[in-house]
């Protein structure tokens, strides 16, 4: 069985860079194949990437929804999370560095945006004057 999506009324998702909108109803479909899917909630527009973790998710997260542009955007990802890293000591922000980093070598995109998200809430936590 393939990859089962549910969709509220008037839920964007984003399947191989096309956004499609549900309409008035609850929605329910399975893709069959391979596709790059990005549900609303995980999709940041380039103006909110407003924070150094939030640059480090926007990459990753074109990575994840064109695979023709990933050897162009990595450049930008591995400047972000370098940056990141070189800015933080404490182990929990350099671990998520470290996962985020893994997740993108081995293809891991969408595992990757959940540890650039546990990122922005790091950042959030204990870097408070940079949210």
Not at 7 to 20: R, S, T
Not at 71 to 91: C, H, L, N, S, Y
Not at 99 to 115: E, T
């Amino acid at each position: 069985m393939g990859l089962k999506l549910t969709l509220k009324p008037g839920e964007k998702v984003a399947i191989n860079g096309a956004v499609i909108v549900n309409g008035e109803r609850r929605a329910e479909f399975v893709l069959e194949n391979r596709a790059s899917v990005l549900r609303e909630r995980d999709i940041m527009r380039a103006e909110e990437a407003t924070t150094p973790a939030r640059r480090v998710y926007l990459p990753v997260m074109m990575m994840a929804l064109d695979p023709d542009a990933r050897k162009q955007v990595f450049g930008e990802f591995e400047r972000r999370i370098t940056e990141f890293a070189g800015a933080v000591t404490d182990p929990a922000g350099l671990t998520l560095c470290l996962k985020i980093s893994a997740a993108v070598a081995n293809g891991a995109y969408y595992k990757a945006l959940g540890h650039c998200r546990s990122l922005i809430d790091f950042e959030s936590e204990r870097l408070p004057h940079v949210a």
